[in-house]
């Protein structure tokens, strides 16, 4: 029965492998096809010879240094924006005794049921009053206003768990408060930290509703933008689509396999632990 069970275990965990791993075989093989085969040929076939130029072409064509610098900034802005903001609030809610702890507490919650479309209308009014619709501004604000309330809910599930102990003794050595968050709470919170890290960076490296409503400049345009330079009135070319959606998406997963481990923990750590 135990060798049955091993063997219906790694069959639904191939399964799963392969439902998660197709997905991306597919689209490098998309990315390797002309016009005539992606239209004209089978849904699984392979290229008959490899289109290399593709890659070249979407890079050139499609702008993608030009898009990935603007996506980097936004996105490395708007993480660091969220991971300071959301570890203060989180470590104010969760270890100070005060009344209002919970109803703050609430207020972020009732911000992670708040959908992003809703918003649309109402911040184009506000950012248009503020002079900054067409700026990298007008997408950081709002990245920041929902990525906010999912790492509070994370990193507080976390920072309660830390023991009390541990801010007593320095407390009693004479650290300030800002002190023993600097130095003890931070480097505590590490696996956390990098799974808020991760989300922020799919969630905003993928955005599209908030950049193509509040940017129009082609100087300013992330790299979502870049699918749109080979499709024209007359014509798309799939082919260097497929190529620039495997470059757009090349440092989401290298990020995911350098912080992997450190991801692991912290969902764990937020999960369990809170």
Request: with cysteine; charged share 10%.
């Amino acid at each position: 029965m135990k060798s049955v069970k091993k063997g219906i275990v790694y069959a639904l965990f191939a399964i799963l492998i392969v439902t998660q791993m197709y997905p991306l075989l597919w689209l490098l093989t998309y990315s390797l096809k002309t016009n005539e085969e992606i239209l004209g040929s089978s849904f699984f076939s392979l290229p008959a010879s490899p289109r290399w130029g593709n890659y070249k072409e979407a890079y050139e064509a499609g702008h993608y240094l030009q898009y990935l610098f603007n996506s980097v900034f936004v996105t490395v802005v708007t993480m660091v924006c969220v991971i300071l903001l959301s570890s203060m609030a989180a470590y104010a809610i969760s270890r100070f005794r005060w009344k209002l702890a919970p109803a703050v507490m609430l207020v972020f919650l009732i911000g992670l049921m708040i959908p992003l479309q809703a918003t649309l209308l109402p911040l184009m009014i506000i950012f248009k009053n503020m002079n900054i619709l067409n700026t990298h501004s007008s997408l950081i604000l709002p990245y920041i206003a929902f990525q906010t309330p999912v790492a509070v809910f994370i990193l507080s599930g976390f920072m309660k768990s830390v023991p009390h102990e541990i801010e007593e003794s320095a407390y009693m050595d004479g650290a300030s408060v800002y002190r023993i968050f600097r130095s003890i709470i931070l480097p505590i919170s590490v696996p956390p930290v990098m799974t808020v890290c991760i989300l922020t960076f799919i969630n905003i490296w993928n955005e599209y509703i908030l950049a193509a409503t509040f940017i129009s400049s082609e100087k300013l345009k992330t790299l979502p933008f870049g699918v749109y330079t080979f499709v024209s009135q007359y014509s798309v070319n799939y082919g260097n689509i497929g190529a620039f959606l495997v470059m757009g998406a090349v440092p989401v997963i290298l990020l995911y396999f350098i912080l992997s481990e450190k991801i692991t923990k912290g969902m764990v750590a937020g999960a369990v632990k809170g």
